[in-house]
């Protein structure tokens, strides 16, 4: 079973119809269908969790119970919510490995290497590192990145040969690129030494690349990072990695995604989590805190009168965007109630006023403390 979200497989919102559902579906099956991409695990990874969104989807009642209750509504056993809880360490929650997966998925293990022996080379695969801030994790961004890599040598179009010709085979080793060696009883295998391995060998080099078939190249790009990304995350870029030799395809960039910590919010899946001092009037009487959103506009957080130090309020929608949907999830918000320090003459007499005025019903829960101690003494 897949740990990814349903909607998010089926690229549609939380809201969409079951025509929409059905449309996408389609759309996506043909895309992944084993038929059109033959020994393709990727593909075929991906066609099983298709069809696994859309036996739940496809079904109002199923899709009710996923709504409710995620995954967890198929799962053997059930077990406990991983989302109800509130902690703000969130120690030990693994989130980053959970969705790193998100893309690795998409990954596989890279396209398979060139056969040995082969006169194409694919070439190799390269990593980038790359930090953005959760604003920029909420908005996504295209950031343009410049990686030391390797273009196909122009002038022998990566052969290596100097008339540009194809590679001749190394007569060394007969192109097998190894070569056998008797050492007493033992008969020893290594890479051919006169081509090093690639069964090819060039005597007459291309001058622009020593014979290489490529060349050191600055490669600039633009890496389009999409909303609701993951800190973790990897994003391939097919053809970004070094040039390949001999005719043989471009290796892939590997864009490794970090999301930097934010100043005031805390990301758990798809919600945001903040913890925002109030003074005790406000608590008391009610009032409303303005508090930036990740998008650059103001909310504005009611406070209801008579809240507690803890107390969380939810603000649905106001939460981070998600990954290849329009929905975003939920801002819950914990309130600190701060006391008054650093007070005048005057403020303290206010205080003392109200202490004065005061009664058991403005602080139930002192009053219920009392009272157990109380009963603890008279027993
Ligand atoms: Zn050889
Ligand atoms: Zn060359």
Avoid at 38 to 63: G, H, M, S, T
Avoid at 273 to 283: E, M, T
């Amino acid at each position: 079973m897949t740990e990814r979200d349903y909607y998010e497989i089926l690229e549609v919102s939380k809201s969409a119809s079951g025509e929409e559902i059905k449309k996408s579906f389609r759309q996506l099956a043909m895309q992944y269908h084993p038929d059109r991409n033959p020994n393709d695990k990727e593909a075929e990874a991906k066609f099983k969790e298709i069809n696994e969104a859309y036996e739940v989807l496809k079904d109002d009642q199923k899709r009710a119970a996923y709504d409710r209750y995620g995954h967890q509504a198929f799962a053997n056993g059930g077990g406990g919510n991983p989302f109800g809880g509130f902690d703000f360490n969130f120690s030990g929650g693994g989130f980053a490995d959970i969705f790193s997966s998100v893309f690795e998925e998409f990954m596989g293990g890279g396209r398979a290497r060139s056969a040995r022996g082969a006169y194409e080379q694919r070439g190799e695969d390269v990593r980038y590192d790359v930090s953005i801030t959760l604003a920029e994790a909420f908005a996504g961004v295209e950031k343009e990145i410049s990686v030391d890599s390797t273009a196909v040598c122009e002038k022998c179009h990566g052969h290596g040969t100097n008339d540009g010709g194809k590679a001749p085979v190394c007569p060394h080793c007969n192109g097998s690129g190894k070569v056998r060696m008797q050492q007493g009883f033992f008969v020893m295998e290594q890479p051919c030494p006169q081509c090093h391995g690639s069964g090819y060998l060039v005597k007459d080099k291309c001058e622009a690349c020593k014979g290489r078939g490529f060349v050191e190249h600055q490669k600039t790009l633009k890496v389009k990072i999409p909303a609701g990304i993951y800190d973790g995350a990897r994003i391939r870029v097919v053809g970004g990695g070094l040039a390949g030799v001999r005719g043989g395809a471009a290796g892939d960039l590997y864009v490794f995604v970090s999301v930097e910590t934010h100043q005031i919010y805390e990301r758990m899946e798809h919600n945001l989590y903040a913890q925002i001092p109030v003074s005790i009037c406000c608590a008391a009487l009610g009032g409303s805190v303005k508090i930036p959103s990740l998008d650059g506009s103001k909310i504005e957080l009611k406070v209801p009168a008579g809240s507690q130090s803890e107390d969380i309020i939810r603000i649905k929608g106001q939460g981070m965007s998600i990954l290849r949907s329009t929905s975003r999830g939920d801002l819950f918000v914990k309130l600190k109630v701060e006391t008054p320090v650093n007070l005048t003459a005057r403020q303290k007499e206010l205080l003392e006023e109200f202490r004065k005025e005061s009664g058991e019903d403005c602080q139930p829960q002192e009053k219920s403390f009392l009272d157990k101690i109380k009963a603890l003494f008279s027993d």
